[in-house]
């Protein structure tokens, strides 16, 4: 897909038909820093950097991988901070402790208490945060050392965080209006002359019933994929600038590199970001299905 | 006779596609974060919230933009 980035051939060529070359490809048993250093010419990133190969248990269900290793790692960490924290809480917070409260006081403050409301919001504290947290350790790893790939960077876990909003929504609406009244609120605006629900109607239940989850994990990953390419675009390019090129080719690879370390700052940017869009849109929508009319 | 290329375009045309594909979107963020700008020039006392509609705004033009990213991958 990114070829066209890069091979762009400027040169005159007689040819007679003959095919191009191929980029060449890691050979299997190769370690991957022999192919890396070993190899001539550019290797653009592409979709396989998401599926590295099984770790364990190939073939099966339970095929685990780097990115379910990162994903095992990242909320190991998370719940550990956590938890050490909070066994040592104290009334004056320490430094550690400091920085916790203020993520779960940002979650609360920034997030539910504008969106929600005070009131209504404290049902919903703990999971918006939890949510929060998540998101924002399963994106950071994308920029930290040997991790180097967002857990978030493929659909399932986005997806299973969607459907959690998803059904809190569902469930929140249908609680509060009963589920009848809660269709016809969504589905059926009041205030609108009658012909418009035609119009309507069909939009609303798209957006209720599909477009909102599905862009919640669809933004998310797609996201952390991009950022993911950016980076190993810069970085891929500075080994090529550096190793293969020739003459003031070189010089280019100064530009790339500083490119990256540029872009591991716009991720870390991004990480949270999407982090805070994920828990306000999730925000949002539970008080779009709690309200009374929208 | 040989064929002489003077110039060769290989790969994916989807990244031209995703190019056209983020116009749209462009456009849709500079309104919405110019207008915004504006507002809170306007009236500053209300700034953070003009900033979070803004993001919420943000969120929605955005997808759009990454659509055609996955559109490239995935078509």
């Known amino acids: 897909m990114l070829h066209a980035l890069v091979t762009i051939a400027g040169v005159v060529t007689t040819n007679a038909g003959g095919d191009p070359t191929p980029t060449p490809s890691p050979a299997s048993g190769e370690s991957f820093f022999g192919w890396l250093f070993a190899s001539n010419g550019f290797h653009p990133p592409s979709l396989t950097d998401f599926f590295p190969d099984a770790v364990l248990f190939q073939g099966t269900i339970f095929e685990f991988n780097r990115i379910a290793m990162i994903r095992i790692v990242s909320a190991i960490v998370l719940v550990g901070i956590f938890g050490l924290v909070a066994s040592r809480a104290r009334i004056v917070p320490r430094r550690g402790q400091a920085l916790v409260e203020i993520a779960l006081d940002f979650v609360r403050l920034q997030i539910v208490d504008e969106v929600l409301g005070k009131e209504r919001g404290k049902r919903y504290v703990a999971f918006l945060t939890a949510l929060f947290l998540a998101v924002f350790v399963f994106n950071v790893t994308g920029v930290i050392p040997f991790l180097n790939l967002s857990g978030t960077s493929l659909i399932g876990l986005p997806i299973v965080m969607a459907l959690w909003v998803y059904l809190l929504y569902l469930g929140a609406g249908i609680h509060h209006h009963g589920l009848l009244r809660y269709l016809r609120l969504s589905l059926f605006p009041p205030g609108i002359p009658w012909p418009i629900y035609l119009l309507l109607t069909p939009v609303e239940a798209l957006q209720v019933f599909v477009l909102r989850p599905a862009t919640l994990a669809l933004r998310l990953v797609a996201n952390m994929i991009a950022g993911h390419l950016l980076l190993v675009l810069c970085f891929s390019a500075t080994q090529y600038f550096f190793f293969t090129a020739s003459g003031a080719m070189r010089g280019f690879g100064a530009v790339s590199l500083a490119a990256g370390f540029a872009f591991t700052l716009f991720e870390i940017a991004v990480a949270l970001l999407q982090a805070y869009l994920f828990t306000i849109l999730s925000a949002v929508y539970l008080t779009l299905a709690i309200d009374e009319e929208h | ?75």
């Open chain 2, 1 to 75: 006779m040989d064929t002489t290329t003077i110039a060769a375009v290989s790969g994916n045309l989807a990244t031209i596609g995703y190019g056209l594909a983020t116009l749209g979107p462009g456009l849709g963020l500079g309104f919405l974060v110019g207008k915004t700008v504006e507002s809170m020039a306007r009236q500053p006392e209300i700034a953070a919230q003009l900033r979070m509609t803004m993001l919420i705004g943000v969120a929605f033009v955005e997808v759009l933009a990454l659509l055609g990213l996955v559109a490239g991958f995935v078509l």
